[in-house]
Each structure stands twice: as C-alpha cells, then as structure tokens.
C-alpha cells in the first residue's frame, strides 16, 4: 500500500468529485481516460488519486503467527514497468491498466478481495527481448522501484517474442515475505495472475504443498493437465484460483489440500503492506544484503488461452 505516484508516462488528470475511493457519481458523463467518467477512476485505481482520501477499511490486526489480517479488500499497490514495445502502436498504458484490471477480477471473482492502486507506469527502455533476462533486470531494479513509488509488486509486461522459453517468471512469496516482489507476464492476463500467484506464495497444481495450489480438475496433474485452475499447468487455464468451496459449470474448483483462495485471504493484508513493513523500518529482518539474492523464482511456459 502507498501513497506516492510517479509517472514516467502521462497518466490523465482525475475529478475531485469522488465521494469514497473508487465510488464517483455515475451521473458524471463519460470523460477522457482516466477521468472521472472513465472505468479507470472506478476499479483499478489511480494511487494519487485514491491515497487522498482512501477507503474507509476496518483496522489491521496482528497475528499471533507472524501475519497480518484485516477484513474487506486490501489496498495493494503495483508499480508497473514496460517493455518499449509493449502495445507500442495501441496505447500502452491502457493496455496495461486494462491486463491489472482483468487480473483483480479473477482475484475477486475467485472469493478474494483485494483492490489493485497503481502507483506508476513507466518504461524501460532496456528490457531485455527474453522473458527471463528482463525478469533479472526487473528485480535488480526492484528496490529502487519501491522507494521511488511505494509499490508493494512491480510487474513488468512485454510482447513473447518467437523462441522466447518462458510466457512469465516471479519470485515466489511466503506469508511472512514482508518485501516488494517483482513478476513479469508476457502471454496476456492469465499468465499475469499466474505469476501474481506465485509473488502471494501460491505454486504449481503439481507441488506437494496443501492448499498453496492450483488444481487440475480434468486429466492427469502437471503438464498433461487438459483444464485447471490459474495456478495449474492445463492446457486450458480457467479465470479462477483454486477453491474448496467453489464451482464451475457444474465442476469443483477445488479440494481439500488445494485451495489457494483460502492462502490468499490469510496473506493477502501482509502482501499489502509490503512496502511500509521492508521500507518504513518495521521489518527488521530483512537487509539490503539478503534482499532477493536468491534465484526462487517459478518461470511460467504456458500460452495464453481462452
């Protein structure tokens, strides 16, 4: 969560009009984008605009365990980083907003609230052309990124470009993982949730952790898989992560042992204060020394799909 917005791009002006973050007056006629007329102003949220006046969300508690909790949606703020040919020809940043909004959705849709606050928009101008060398580039900048915007994610977007291994790659988080995390998402949405799975701790339908999982509800687990979950390797990847207590056409999203919703409603508040707890100072454990020196990082080889 955080407070600053940096834009390298132009990001729109908004209207004062607002009346709780995120909640504008529908009678306001449709502007331009980013306006207060616009589905910008009304999801996925501009950070200057909604840390003037935030939601109004009950108080954060302390787990015994070490997380943290809070009910309703957690505010999380994202820095979000370009390739140079990203949507070059069709309006980048909305491409963008439009892939993070998409993306809140299968969060919300799956029984997790949460709110996406961008905080800024910018390019690099270097990226690297593979996925996984820009991912290298991406979490070498990641702190400075942090400091400079706040964000509790980076996520780097970019075109797959032929030959290209990887669709996206993350570092991988756990529940007391108090640190900005980057991920990077070249295949559209779905990969980006993906990778966003794997920055909230979440792992493959195929990994022996309970309930930090994907599911794979048709055919055999792993990369024969024909239809799963967001965190499972399935030839057709469904908008959901996995949850116990939900279905789908008619279909279990999940089980006992593999119910990801469940793991990120109890870290979903602690991913939200990413920032404030490595970068204000609360977070003693971590140094600049261990920040991310470790390659843990799941590369995901999928395509997109419908």
């Not at 102003?41 to 508690?61: C, F, H, N, Q, V």
């Not at 108090?178 to 779905?190: D, H, R, V």
């Not at 966003?196 to 022996?208: D, I, T």
């Amino acid at each position: 969560m955080k407070r600053v917005l940096f834009l390298v791009m132009m990001l729109f002006s908004f209207s004062p009009n607002s009346q709780e973050a995120g909640m504008i007056d529908l009678r306001v006629n449709p502007g331009p984008v980013g306006g207060a007329g616009h589905w910008y102003a009304l999801r996925t949220m501009k950070g200057s605009e909604y840390w003037k006046e935030p939601a109004l969300l009950p108080d954060i508690i302390e787990n015994e365990d070490g997380t943290y909790s809070m009910a309703g949606e957690t505010p999380i703020s994202l820095a979000i980083v370009l390739h140079p040919e990203y949507y070059a020809d069709s309006e980048p940043w909305r491409q963008a907003i439009n892939e993070v909004r998409e993306v809140e959705q299968m969060f919300r849709n799956s029984g997790v609230p949460i709110r996406f606050i961008i905080e800024s928009i910018e390019y690099m101008l270097d990226m690297d052309d593979s996925t996984y060398g820009a991912f290298q580039q991406l979490k070498a900048k990641v702190s400075s990124i942090a400091v400079r915007t706040g964000a509790d994610l980076v996520i780097g977007l970019k075109p797959q470009y032929l030959g290209d291994q990887y669709c996206g790659v993350a570092t991988i988080g756990d529940d007391q993982l108090y640190t900005t995390l980057p991920a990077i998402s070249a295949c559209g949405p779905k990969t980006l949730a993906h990778e966003l799975g794997h920055n909230f701790g979440l792992h493959h339908s195929f990994n022996p952790k309970p309930d930090q999982r994907g599911y794979c509800r048709k055919g055999d687990d792993g990369y024969e898989c024909e239809e799963g979950t967001v965190m499972s390797y399935a030839k057709k990847r469904l908008k959901f992560f996995a949850n116990k207590n939900a279905k789908y056409k008619g279909l279990p999203l999940g089980i006992e042992g593999y119910d990801a919703v469940e793991w990120l409603n109890r870290v979903k508040t602690g991913r939200g204060l990413a920032y404030e707890l490595r970068y204000e100072g609360a977070n003693m454990l971590l140094t600049d020394d261990s920040f991310l020196t470790d390659d843990i990082f799941c590369g995901n080889t999928l395509s997109e799909d419908d």
